[in-house]
């Protein structure tokens, strides 16, 4: 009998796929400390960002992915940016403008009409600063220089396909991020909290389907 369930044939579907998205987004009012060395802690309790989601350089989430029947591995890297707007009297600016681009490996698993994932990764941070009028230097975000990997990510989603071909699909999801990150600024970093839910919609398409005997 051992045997035989060895020999049983399990036919499965494989594929990788593709899927490029935007969509509109909601940022936590979470404390914001500023370390600069000489000078003590700016803290702000409730730091309010608005993000512009829908304008240059606009909000994008771009995943590839990798399917093994119901189950995924996967890549995906979300553009996020934001500006504060309760500046206290020491910071003159502070936002990411180019980029709180987070970058994330996710296990999804299809549970009907639907897909669950969770994943884990950190962020290559672009910031821009004037902190008690002290600028922070900065690449134009076309360039590296600028960014810094910091922080850690935590991912949770939801996602429905909308099936259009074999080949072509809509996704729509439900997303929200949780990361904590030290963004540079002159002599020190602010420390940030960052809870954003983001709804996405965009295309995707499917390649290299086969069915693998397991």
Known sequence: MFC????????????WSFELQFG???????????????????????????SEPL??????????????????????AIHHKFYLINLPAEVQRFGVSHGYNMMMFNHGRRFGKYILRAGAGSA???GESTVRGMVYREGSGFDIYGYRLRGVVIHLAAARQIRMSKTFFMNTELKVNAA??????VNGHARMNVVVFQFILGPGFNWAVRNEEL
């Open 55 to 76: 304008m240059d350089p606009p909000y994008w989430d771009w995943r590839f992915t990798k399917w093994f029947k119901n189950k995924s591995i996967e890549f995906e």
């Open 4 to 15: 035989a369930a060895f020999s049983s044939v399990i036919q499965a579907q494989t594929h």
């Open 24 to 50: 509109v987004v909601h940022s936590l009012d979470l404390p914001l400390t500023f370390h600069q060395k000489g000078f003590s802690d700016i803290k702000i309790h409730k730091a309010d960002f608005y």
């Open 124 to 126: 290559l941070v672009h």
């Open 180 to 185: 904590a990150a030290n963004i540079p600024i």
